[in-house]
């Protein structure tokens, strides 16, 4: 293979997914970047970005390399791609995006998982244009921007950092941008993402893209689409579309004119689809009208009357109305509802209905109107508001507005008049007129024709404008109402006329009759006429409003003759009704051939929009003053009332006239005040907001045009006066107004000096500067002045707009001269004078460029800081003061970088320039850090000032270097405000750390913090070493203080590197480094040099050292852990021992890794460390190493619980809980012991397991005395707060353990707590209110156990194989306590949710190594049953199952499985006998129910039962269910026969399994008996069990016959003939067995029968000797003769197993019964089980046994059974008792030795449990000595057991 060789590709990215197939592979993904350190033959060699640590080989046809630049960084070389940095900024954002995109669909977020996908789809996109390079600037520029916008709104939605950027959308560098800037950087990007996260919640409510950007545009478009105009007309049409406002009842602006053809489409077919309009101009006023609506008149063009017919040639082209349409656009324009260029609406017609409809009267009734029948005839319109001016809209949305664009503009002036917008737009309205009809019949079908005319009465061509869309026009004509004496035209159209030409043209209108006939019109000539002039006689344009023309009749001719009527008067002066007759008008010197008309008026409006022309009188007499010179002081004087618009219009005009009187008067002062005035007048014009645009032009003609050289003298006089006139306190109105427009006074002034020191060659520059210092000393003087009223109003004026003139001034003084200026203009102001301006003024120099110059910096900040540190401290205009120290930090840290950059090329100069700096940030670390530190510390954490101030201070600590801090720490007077000061400073840094005033996401800004406080740390640090440790000036606090800010410094979350993604993390270490080795390493160091004093800090220090060394980084722990061996060995040496530090430590680790730090390389690491440490000091190493096991002990316990504390299912954080608990207690920390039994007590509760929780409560109880000591250890929960005494608290615990155990049905464990608390009540507080209650709750239980229905639990065996699950589960088997009606399916499928990759194992055997050693994940679960153990005291006794159930089923350790196998030949027609069953028995460590619902096994044991034995097992199964049939029917008779029918038909009518013939066929045979003879007494057993089933089925048979229907008496029948011949078979073969019974009468308890079987025929020995022949029927004592024994014991820990007594019974046990003959039984079956087999097998009997007859046996409650003759049938007793049957049981279990496998021998294994040694407590853990003790006998009773024994034998 060829070697591998170093490559010159150094980066690459994955195409395709290469999965790890071999060892030295390198798994990678679509997309992973690696970077490529060798190649060879096709495969690379490198490593993933992703995790650098692992290396490995991959194939190079799957990598895409990528251009690269190779970075050197010490001895490791770096590889950087070279693609420009916005687009390595989207890969980046990219890769972290892909992952959370992968996580929110897997969390099933759709939306914001489609969402997400639709940007990064846009930024792959947008990402592809950028590297395309064909982009150009201004493209590439808003590319950029949106590409940011839209990366950072992706940041914000999935909770990602925030990105800072400068105005070229570039990422902010930290180390080249001051702390202050970067707080406000990130203010800034947080509120602009705030506010598009408020546009896309609320887009619903507006317009899209109408927001803050809407608001702050001072232009508004509104953007108009015709899709399509649906009408039937049948003539050409003309469709004017503009808007309207119904409050003002008039159009807004210009039409948007479409001609439409008769053929239903545009005249012009190149505008199909393409009729656009924008309506531009409009303000936000305009958008704020009440109501705004789109209209459009329809005007036909052809004959009169569409009704006419073509019989006759009828007269056409004339414009007739036909319709309107209207729209109310007020929400769209509002932006209130959605603006879509797609979305399409339809305006409906509303069409003429008589000749009387004006056009203009429709629109005003139609706005008001309602719906109307429009027949689907009207326009489909798009609608869009577009923000910005025009050329903007046109860059922002090219595909809808373009250069074929058609422009509507707005009838009048836009509120912001853009310099550059040249208009000369005269608007013309035709309002009405009224038309006599003279000689005809009929009224005038009046058309005006409307055209532009010079003063020779030459039409001027194409001046006139119908609308936008439309081309000009010589003529416009009117539409033609019919016969109508009043016209209303209302039509306006736009008079375009070249501003040289305006004052020779005139508009002329004519006004013409037109006929329907075409005859008859043509002949029809002009009847009137009118004229307007567009200037007036005195230079004026035409005023705007409207106009009372006169009209003028004579010969047509005449009328277009303007030599004609030029001459006459064209208006009516006088606005009188009367003169609209015209009978008393009359006109002077008008012509002969032309006379006004006295019956006709015609009225017009106009607007002049003019830039250009001015209809101002005085503004036109102030541009030709020179014309007349004696009216210029009241035309300077009237210029301030002139409209702000027509002085913007000729603003360079105007300033040109002002400087022209003022240098043609330099000899006189007349005009020098008036043309000052007038200057500010019009400087203050412009920075109005609807003219601040032009700041530009005036800026421009400073600049370019002006040139009044002389101009500064006067300007600087005038300016002067008045401030001096001022400071004298003497009235000067117009100071306030000249302060307003003191920048460009200047600027004037500075100019105009240049300007003359160009032209004289710098001469007077003495004089200017001794006039502006007479300025600034009469400035100083006003601000002296104490006065209020106009003075305060002055000097605030001063304070306000004197920085804007710095810059103008700066370059005529010096630094010094100008900082002395301005510090005693700040300083003569009075302290508590206007204290918001001066703080404004003082940051407005702050910023100016003459502060950036040390002489003046140094001059103004001896005025600035003392009022900041004042105020600061009085916590007064916070606002303004952080904005002026923010200025001044942030020009320092400029003039800091300059100054650096300065010594890099001048050394001398740049330390010069240095040393100024510094000297400064003293100054300012002197006076303002302690102060903003403490202003800090006494703010609420909510105060938005807090994070200000916090960026102060960090920017001021960023300044400081090494010197600064050795010089502020020098120049404190004492030790103790020095130690006030680092005391104050850790304090508010450890508070700052932990919560921290900046918002999770602002990350640079977080870590520039750490960083400026971790050198801040180090060097005060420096300052406790060299001050405070001496023993004479140690304090322990202040270094107390420093250890947990260091500590709390390295533990926050923002350094913890681990938790972010490799991107992030690798930016940071780049950038920052790891902090936390830093101060890790300082820590050490520290701690270390305190020798002696270490011992003050243990074990206050144990806690954070902890937190400190449990950080997820290996060399830090490295470094640290070796503390806690230098903590033991201080404390050993002084104490002896390290009890202290090993209290601390252990109760702190609960906490911390509870609280997820800590894993398994910190425990190894700790206990290799500390056991390293522990050998090299022999003293330590034993105690040491017991130290050591404990905690890795306590570790591995804490560690397994956190691994599935968060689980969502609880079941394995119990378990985890019970370990810990287990382990507190066994080393005895009683505290933490209680602490988790709370936790588990909590799990129990959530999940419902009320039995448990009750248990686990109750081992708190049990550790509790019923005394009035106090509480040891703090209890949670609400127990803790009241409960004082461990009486109060046991008895709350009790009661609470009372309703646990009653919500679990747990009825017997609640009675025994109930009596312990009666005891209590009764005998010891003798309160008899409680114990009435508490008997009442007891008696309520004993009810519920009888009555209430409560199904037995199943018990499921769970076994965990294979290395892939925690230790505390690994190859362990658990037995799992059911709920009730738990289906095993559930319970599986829950087992499983927490393993999903675990493997069901179908197999119940063990399973072997490969499957326990392997690394994956086997469960086995299947069902077990308990392994009843025997209880005495139920025995021989007629108890309900309500009860006995119970015990079945609950206080269990042993459970058992049962497998069968076949061994030997098969027999297919008997199957039972080669049935053999291994059984295995699991015993738990500790009984269940208890403190957990599953408990692990501790042994097990496994038997093989022989077919035989098998048999007798069931046979007696059998027996026992019918036995327990017929006594449930007994004692309820209503219940079901179902089940009684089903059970008996089984056994007597055996249709599939054959019964116990089979039996008989597999063991009764003679050559069976030949080959197992030892199985002769396990026949003989199996005989008699079929022989003593016949009289159960007869007892059950008997009472099937009572409660049989009558439907199924035939199947009663049928079994009645079976039985018969059933038990006639069985008596032949095996005797007859005959039951006698008995009544017992208790109290509400039903009557009951006992059955014994033939004890002769099953028992091979006789009685002892001794026994008397005939026992007598002994005494039974009465209740009261009994003696009453009490029986307790304590309930220890279920988990640690102490075994107590004292004389308690257990929770379980209940109420001995008095009946001495319960005592004999239990003695009687105890020992006879004990008793060799040879030995005969006595019967349990009872005291008070009857006498009995030859040949019969007794049975324990005094009923014997007799064995008879076949032929004869016994009488069937009424009711079984089990006891005699379970004597007999027992009897043979003893007698049956079984082959055994594994541990014990059959007869053990069958051997009732209760009869084994070491039986534990029927609670869990809690052993029970009563049970394993053997009750006397009485001698009275041993004696007729004697009798009894002998009978039988």
């Not at 004119?257 to 489409?265: E, M, Y």
């Not at 569409?306 to 009828?314: A, E, G, I, M, T």
């Not at 609960?1150 to 522990?1174: N, T």
């Not at 008997?1598 to 049928?1614: M, S």
Request: net charge neutral; hydrophobic share 35%.
């Amino acid at each position: 293979m060829a070697p591998w060789l170093p490559t010159k590709d150094k980066l690459g990215v994955a195409v395709w997914n290469f999965p790890r197939t071999k060892e030295h592979h390198l798994p990678l993904q679509i997309g992973e970047m690696v970077h490529i350190l060798q190649a060879s033959e096709g495969w690379y060699c490198g490593y993933s970005l992703r995790n650098r640590a692992a290396r490995g080989i991959f194939p190079a046809s799957l990598i895409r390399l990528k251009g690269t630049t190779v970075e050197q960084r010490g001895l490791e070389e770096s590889s950087v791609p070279s693609d420009m940095p916005m687009v390595q900024e989207i890969t980046t954002t990219l890769r972290e995006w892909a992952t959370i995109w992968k996580q929110l669909y897997v969390a099933g977020q759709t939306e914001r998982y489609g969402q997400v996908k639709r940007m990064m789809q846009e930024l792959m996109e947008q990402r592809s244009q950028l590297l395309s390079g064909t982009l150009p600037k201004d493209q590439l520029l808003r590319l950029r921007k949106e590409v940011t916008g839209k990366m950072d709104y992706g940041n914000k939605i999935l909770a990602l950092d925030l990105v800072v950027r400068d105005e070229d959308e570039n990422i902010l560098d930290p180390d080249r941008t001051s702390v202050v800037s970067l707080f406000q950087a990130h203010r800034r990007a947080a509120q602009t993402l705030s506010q598009r996260l408020q546009e896309e919640t609320s887009s619903q409510q507006r317009a899209p893209g109408h927001g803050t950007h809407g608001a702050a545009s001072p232009s508004h478009n509104l953007y108009l689409c015709v899709r399509n105009f649906v009408c039937h007309i049948g003539e050409e049409a003309q469709l004017f579309m503009a808007l309207y406002d119904p409050g003002e009842q008039r159009i807004i602006s210009e039409n948007y004119v479409i001609r439409w053809a008769s053929t239903g489409v545009p005249q012009d077919i190149e505008l199909l689809n393409n009729l656009r309009v924008v309506f531009t101009d409009l303000g936000s006023a305009d958008l704020k009208r009440e109501r705004l609506f789109l209209v459009c008149q329809i005007i036909r063009v052809g004959r009169m009357d569409l009704r006419d017919s073509h019989s006759r040639k009828l007269s056409t082209g004339l414009r007739r109305p036909f319709g309107i349409s209207v729209m109310d656009i007020t929400d769209i324009a509002r932006g209130t509802c959605d603006s879509d260029e797609d979305k399409q609406h339809f305006i409906p017609v509303h069409p003429v209905a008589a000749d009387g409809d004006f056009l203009h009267t429709m629109i005003r009734k139609a706005v008001e109107g309602k719906d109307i029948n429009h027949k689907g005839q009207g326009l489909w319109v798009s609608l869009k508001v577009l923000w910005g001016d025009l050329s903007q809209v046109r860059k922002d949305h090219p595909h809808l507005v373009d250069r074929s664009t058609a422009v509507a503009r707005k009838l009048g002036y836009p509120e912001v008049i853009m310099p550059g917008d040249v208009r000369n737009d005269i608007y013309l309205t035709l309002v009405q007129g009224e038309f006599d009809k003279g000689s005809k019949k009929t009224q005038k079908n009046v058309e005006v024709t409307v055209c532009v005319c010079d003063e020779a009465g030459n039409v001027v061509q194409n001046v006139i404008h119908a609308g936008a869309g439309d081309s000009p026009s010589s003529l416009y004509r009117s539409v033609v109402y019919y016969q109508q004496r009043h016209q209303r035209w209302m039509e306006t159209l736009k008079i375009a006329v070249p501003i040289e030409d305006v004052h020779r043209t005139h508009l002329r209108f004519t006004f013409r009759h037109r006929s329907s006939s075409d005859s008859k019109d043509r002949s029809e000539r002009i009847f009137s006429m009118a004229f307007v002039r567009l200037m007036r006689p005195d230079g004026t344009t035409l005023r705007d409003g409207e106009h009372d023309l006169v009209l003028y009749k004579g010969d047509s001719k005449k009328l277009e003759d303007a030599s004609a009527y030029l001459s006459l008067p064209w208006e009516r002066n006088a606005p009188e009704p009367r003169l609209l007759s015209g009978s008393s008008f009359r006109v002077s010197g008008a012509a002969a051939a032309l006379a006004p008309s006295g019956r006709d008026s015609f009225q017009i409006s106009t607007l002049v929009c003019s830039t250009k022309l001015t209809q101002n009188v005085n503004l036109l007499g102030l541009l030709k003053w020179r014309s007349k010179p004696s009216l210029l002081c009241g035309n300077l004087q009237k210029l301030m009332n002139v409209d702000g618009g027509e002085v913007i219009k000729f603003l360079q005009d105007t300033l040109d006239a002002l400087f022209s009187i003022m240098m043609e008067h330099s000899d006189t002062d007349v005009y020098d005040t008036l043309v000052f005035d007038a200057l500010v007048f019009i400087v203050r014009l412009v920075a109005e907001r609807k003219f601040q645009h032009f700041n530009t032009v005036l800026e421009a003609y400073i600049r370019q045009h002006f040139s009044a050289t002389l101009a500064y003298k006067k300007l600087l006089a005038v300016l002067t006066q008045y401030v001096e006139q001022a400071g004298r306190g003497e009235p000067c109105e117009s100071l306030p107004r000249t302060f307003k427009a003191l920048e460009y006074i200047f600027k004037f002034i500075v100019r105009s000096r240049r300007l003359f020191a160009q032209l004289y060659e710098g001469k007077e520059v003495a004089e200017f500067q001794r006039s502006l210092q007479r300025f600034f000393l009469a400035l100083n003087q006003l601000m002296q002045s104490p006065l209020e009223g106009p003075t305060l109003l002055s000097q605030g004026a001063a304070l306000k707009y004197l920085p804007s003139i710095l810059e103008d001034v700066f370059g005529i003084f010096d630094s010094s001269t100008l900082g002395a200026v301005l510090r005693d203009f700040v300083g003569n102001l009075q302290p508590q004078r206007l204290l918001k301006q001066k703080l404004q003024c003082l940051t407005d120099i702050a910023s100016s460029k003459a502060f950036q110059c040390h002489e003046c910096r140094e001059l103004v900040l001896q005025a600035a800081l003392p009022i900041l540190q004042e105020l600061i401290q009085a916590g007064e205009e916070e606002d303004a003061c952080i904005e002026l120290l923010s200025s001044i930090l942030e020009v320092l840290y400029q003039a800091q970088k300059s100054a650096e950059k300065l010594r890099a090329r001048h050394k001398d100069r740049g330390d010069a320039e240095l040393a100024q700096v510094k000297k400064h940030i003293q100054v300012i670390l002197e006076r303002l850090l302690h102060t903003v530190n403490r202003r800090v510390i006494v703010l609420d954490r909510e105060n938005p000032l807090r994070s200000h101030y916090v960026a102060c201070m960090a920017t001021i600590l960023s300044q400081m270097d090494k010197d600064h801090y050795s010089t502020y720490i020098q120049a404190f007077p004492s030790r103790p405000e020095l130690m006030d000061f680092l005391m104050e400073t850790f304090i508010l840094f450890k508070d700052l750390i932990g919560k921290t005033v900046y918002p999770g996401d602002w990350v640079v800004m977080n870590m520039v913090q750490n960083r400026e406080f971790l050198r801040a740390i180090n060097h005060f640090a420096t300052t406790l070493t060299e001050m405070f440790l001496s023993d004479s000036d140690f304090e322990l606090q202040l270094w107390n203080n420093y250890f947990h800010l260091a500590v709390a410094f390295l533990t926050q979350d923002s350094l913890q590197l681990e938790n972010f993604s490799p991107g992030k993390r690798n930016s940071i270490l780049a950038k920052y480094g790891d902090m936390r080795a830093t101060i890790g390493a300082s820590i050490r160091d520290m701690w270390y040099s305190l020798g002696q004093r270490k011992i003050e800090f243990i074990p206050g220090m144990v806690g954070p050292i902890l937190e400190m060394t449990l950080v997820p980084e290996l060399e830090l722990r490295k470094s640290t852990i070796p503390i806690f061996f230098d903590m033991m060995l201080c404390e050993h040496r002084l104490r002896g021992s390290f009890t202290r530090f090993e209290d601390e430590i252990l109760r702190r680790l609960d906490s911390e890794v509870e609280g997820g730090r800590g894993d398994e390389q910190y425990m190894q690491l700790f206990r290799s460390i500390l056991l390293s440490c522990c050998q090299s000091h022999p003293e330590l190493a034993k105690p040491g190493e017991d130290f050591v096991r404990l905690v890795s002990e306590l570790l591995e316990r804490l560690l397994d619980y956190r691994a599935v504390m968060n689980d969502e299912n609880k079941t394995y954080s119990m378990s985890c809980t019970v370990n810990l608990l287990n382990f507190y207690k066994e080393i005895d920390r009683q505290a933490m012991y209680i602490r988790y039994l709370y936790k588990l007590k909590d799990l129990h509760i959530s999940y419902e397991n009320y039995t448990e929780g009750a248990y686990t409560l109750l081992l708190h109880a049990r550790l509790l005395t019923w005394s009035e000591e106090s509480n040891a250890a703090p209890v949670p929960g609400p127990h803790g707060l009241q409960l004082h005494t461990q009486r109060q608290l046991k008895e709350a615990l009790y009661n609470q353990i009372i309703e646990y155990f009653d919500q679990g049905k747990m009825w017997e464990e609640a009675i025994h707590i109930c009596k312990e608390l009666a005891e209590q009540y009764e005998s010891h507080v003798f309160d008899y209110e409680m114990l009435s209650d508490i008997l009442q709750r007891e008696a309520k239980f004993y009810e519920k156990i009888l009555k209430v229905l409560r199904p037995s639990p199943d018990y499921f065996a769970v076994g965990y194989y294979g290395q892939g699950f925690p230790t505390f589960l690994r190859n362990k088997v658990f037995i799992y306590r059911g709920k009730e009606y738990e289906r095993r399916e559930d319970f599986e499928m829950q087992l499983l949710s927490p393993f999903p990759n675990a493997e069901k194992l179908k197999s119940t055997s063990p399973p072997g190594q490969d499957i326990t050693d392997s690394p994956g994940q086997y469960i086995q679960c299947f069902t077990v049953q308990p392994a009843e153990e025997a209880k005495v005291r139920l025995r021989g006794r007629s108890i309900p199952e309500q009860i006995t159930n119970f015990y079945k089923a609950n206080h269990i350790q042993r459970f058992s499985y049962s497998r069968p196998f076949k061994r030997g030949p098969s027999d297919p027609d008997n199957e039972f006998a080669n049935m053999w069953i291994e059984r295995t028995t699991f015993r738990t460590a500790y009984p269940l129910p208890g403190i957990l619902r599953w408990f692990v096994v501790t042994s097990t044991d496994t038997i093989i039962i022989s077919p035989l034995e098998n048999a007798i097992e069931t046979m007696m199964k059998t027996n026992e269910k019918i036995m327990s049939e017929i006594n449930r029917h007994q004692n309820d008779p209503g219940l079901p026969i179902n089940p009684l029918s089903m059970l008996l038909n089984g056994i007597v009518d055996p249709a599939v399994m054959g019964g116990f013939t089979n039996y008989e066929k597999a063991f009764f045979q003679e050559l069976y008996m030949q080959e197992h003879p030892e199985d002769a007494g396990k026949i003989e057993k199996l005989k008699d069990l079929i022989a003593w089933q016949i009289p159960l089925l007869a007892e059950g048979i008997r009472i099937h016959g009572q409660k049989v229907p009558e439907d199924l008496r035939p199947f009663h029948e049928r079994m009645e003939q079976c039985f018969e011949q059933l038990r006639a078979k069985v008596e032949a073969q095996y005797g007859v067995r005959e039951m006698m019974f008995v009544e017992e009468r208790r109290s509400g308890r039903p009557r009951s029968i006992a059955w014994v079987p033939d004890w002769d025929r099953l028992s091979h020995a006789g009685a002892s000797p001794e026994a008397p022949p005939t026992p007598k029927a002994a005494h039974r004592p009465s209740e009261s003769e009994e003696p009453r024994s009490e029986r307790r014991e304590s309930r220890a820990s279920a988990i640690f197993g102490s075994r107590r007594q004292d004389a308690r019974q257990s929770l379980s046990e209940l109420p001995e019964h008095k009946d001495e003959k319960w005592r004999l039984s239990c003695t009687l079956s105890e020992s006879s089980l004990s008793a060799d087999r040879k030995q005969p097998l006595p019967s349990q009997a009872a005291a008070g046994a009857q006498p009995s007859t030859a040949g019969s046996s007794l049975s324990p409650t005094g009923f014997g059974g007799r064995v008879k003759s076949a032929s004869k049938l016994p009488p069937l007793p009424r009711k079984f008792s089990p006891s005699v049957y379970e004597t007999f049981l027992e009897q043979s279990d003893a007698a049956a030795p079984g082959k055994v496998r594994g541990t014990g021998t059959a007869g053990e294994a069958l051997r009732p449990w209760s009869h084994h040694p070491s039986r534990p407590s029927l609670l869990s853990g809690v052993p029970n000595s009563g049970w394993d003790q053997k009750p006397q006998v009485p001698a009275a009773a041993s004696t007729q057991v004697q009798a009894s024994v002998t009978a039988l034998t």
